[in-house]
Each structure stands twice: as structure tokens, then as C-alpha cells.
């Protein structure tokens, strides 16, 4: 088992930034992928990008690439998500999941956290 709590949600104007955390405990392992998804109100669960524990592969979706940065840090078995020049559409709730499995896979993922409300104003 896995547990993820996430955290760094908030409220910013947009062009502004923010950094989430997602803390990892148990049963944790270098063959782990993490990745961040978000929800927006009335909209499906998008993915938005996803690391190898190793931080070696990282892989992003298009709406975020070169705006938002995933990077982990093992020591603290946490996983960050810099989002920077934000944009009211990104306005969502954030969560982050892990898995045994490729990067470059957006499925697959077993185990979530709670989630975390980013809001971005105009």
C-alpha cells in the first residue's frame, strides 16, 4: 500500500505560480512512477504530467508543457508539481497517483491521494 497527501493548492491570479507537494509513505519503491492529474468542475480527470522515482523520465501533457515543472525529491519521498504562468483553465482540483509501470503511460494508476483545490483568477 500507498499513501499520497497532497498539498501547496491555493488561490492565484493568473501569470502567477504555485508549488504542490505530494508526500509518498509506505510501501514506496524506486519502480514507481508518480503522476499529477487534475479535475476541473463538469470535466473528466485529465492528466498532467509524471515521474519516475528516480526523477531520470518525466513526461508532461501538452496544455502544460514548458509552464509546469515535475521533479521529485527523494530524501523526503515527495514529488513536486512548480506550475508557473498560470491560466484561469487550470483552474482544478489537483491530485497525484502512483504506480508500478512506464512514465509515458497515462493509465494504469492504483493508488491516489485526496486531491488539492488550485484556483486561478482572471
Known amino acids: 500500500q500507498v499513501q499520497l497527501v497532497e498539498s501547496g493548492g491555493g488561490l492565484v491570479q493568473a501569470g502567477g505560480s504555485l508549488r504542490l507537494s505530494c508526500a509518498a509513505s509506505?510501501?514506496?519503491?524506486?519502480?514507481?512512477?508518480i503522476g499529477w492529474f487534475r479535475q476541473a468542475p463538469g470535466k473528466e480527470r485529465e492528466f498532467v504530467a509524471a515521474i519516475s522515482w528516480s526523477g531520470g523520465t518525466t513526461y508532461y501533457a501538452d496544455s502544460v508543457k514548458g509552464r509546469f515543472t515535475i521533479s521529485t525529491y527523494n530524501a523526503k519521498a515527495t514529488v513536486y508539481l512548480q506550475m508557473n504562468s498560470l491560466k484561469p483553465e487550470d483552474t482544478a482540483v489537483y491530485s497525484c497517483?502512483?504506480?508500478?509501470?512506464?512514465?509515458?503511460?497515462?493509465?494504469?494508476?492504483?493508488?491516489w491521494g485526496q486531491g488539492t483545490q488550485v484556483t486561478v483568477s482572471s
Open positions: 497517483a502512483a504506480k508500478r509501470g512506464t512514465v509515458r503511460t497515462i493509465g494504469g494508476y492504483d493508488y
Open positions: 509506505g510501501r514506496t519503491a524506486s519502480s514507481y512512477v
